[in-house]
């Protein structure tokens, strides 16, 4: 069935999402679209392991009712959503990630890529490769392990406290520890990368305070699972 589905008619459907004219046989038509996914996704995924060696996870589909608040909540056409099919690959360092997107965009001609690490949104920083297989878009998000370790934090906040949280609502403490943290991330990365410079000469300083940096990011981490920990009981 959803083959036969025209561009014009998915962009119809999302906008009676959006609306909240939400009726049966549209959350059928939706249900048949997001399926259309499966295929593609699998494919990306078989596509990395084979020739990386990488185990990305993910899902081959948004929820019905993801769809429907992503719709809602930006100024998006249904069929121009990214993310509908999508899995993740963590890596050690920024300098393995450039590696392996630079890899990525050879594997897959024609992938656009997104690098939220200039852009972060509402603090969010990685690399999305945007995929399409088959007139479907798969998004491959490349983290390195401090920002996976910051995105699981911003999503317990979302899951335990607000789910507000992830797109620049929620209470102002919480979005001020977040933006913080991720600017730590940043920081950190940054040096990281300077000290992997060929022929560079590292002074001592420079390796303390990158020491020192991931010891303070550690007790963020503490700190904000136990502000989570705080807010969550105080809203139970």
């Given amino acids: 069935m959803t083959s036969r589905i025209s561009k014009t008619q998915i962009d119809r459907l999302g906008a009676r999402l959006r609306k909240g004219q939400v ?11 997001r399926r259309a996914f499966g295929e593609a996704y699998r494919s990306v995924v078989l596509t990395i392991r084979r020739q990386h060696g990488l185990e990305p996870t993910g899902r081959p589909s948004k929820s019905t009712s993801s769809v429907i608040e992503k719709l809602q909540r930006e100024t998006i056409r249904l069929s121009q959503i990214q993310d509908i099919a999508g899995c993740r690959v963590v890596v050690t360092d920024v300098a393995e990630q450039e590696r392996v997107v630079a890899s990525l965009r050879a594997l897959f001609p024609g992938a656009s890529i997104v690098d939220r690490r200039k852009t972060p949104t509402y603090g969010y920083r990685a690399v999305h490769v945007i995929v399409e297989v088959n007139e479907r878009l798969v998004e491959v998000q490349i983290r390195t392990t401090l920002q996976h370790l910051w995105a699981e934090l911003s999503e317990k906040f979302s899951d335990v406290v607000d789910p507000t949280i992830k797109y620049g609502g929620g209470e102002s403490e919480v979005r001020n520890l977040l933006l913080g943290r991720s600017e730590l991330v940043s920081r950190l990365e940054k040096l990281e990368q300077e000290m992997l410079t060929p022929g560079r000469a590292v002074p001592e300083e420079l390796k303390k305070e990158l020491e020192g940096l991931k010891v303070d990011m550690t007790k963020s981490s503490a700190d904000l699972k136990s502000i989570v920990g705080r807010l969550g009981r105080s809203r139970g």
């Fill in 23 to 33: 009726s049966e046989s549209d959350l059928r038509l939706l249900e048949d679209y």
